[in-house]
């Protein structure tokens, strides 16, 4: 991963940081998953002939579209 997230500083909205370390546990947890998710559709993708960029692009706008319902 291009960032370990192991070496991820969290941080809330006012700037202040996540210490909790059980809460750093899952944010860690969810990221690996996400990739390997994404590692895997990239790679199906790929081997079912599809442009490696788009497939990227199409992931940067999943991402990028992604909305919360709570508030901070």
Known sequence: MATDPSK???RG?????????EK?????????EIR????D???D????????KQVRAVL???VNSLQTNYTA
């Not at 390997?36 to 590692?39: A, G, L, P």
């Open 8 to 10: 991820i500083i969290w």
């Open 13 to 21: 909205p006012q700037g202040d940081i996540i210490a909790c370390i």
């Open 24 to 32: 750093n546990k899952v944010l860690r947890e969810n990221l690996e």
């Open 60 to 62: 940067t706008e999943l």
């Open 36 to 39: 390997q998710v994404c590692q």
């Open 45 to 52: 993708a790929v081997l079912m002939g599809c442009d490696e």
């Open 41 to 43: 559709a990239l790679e």
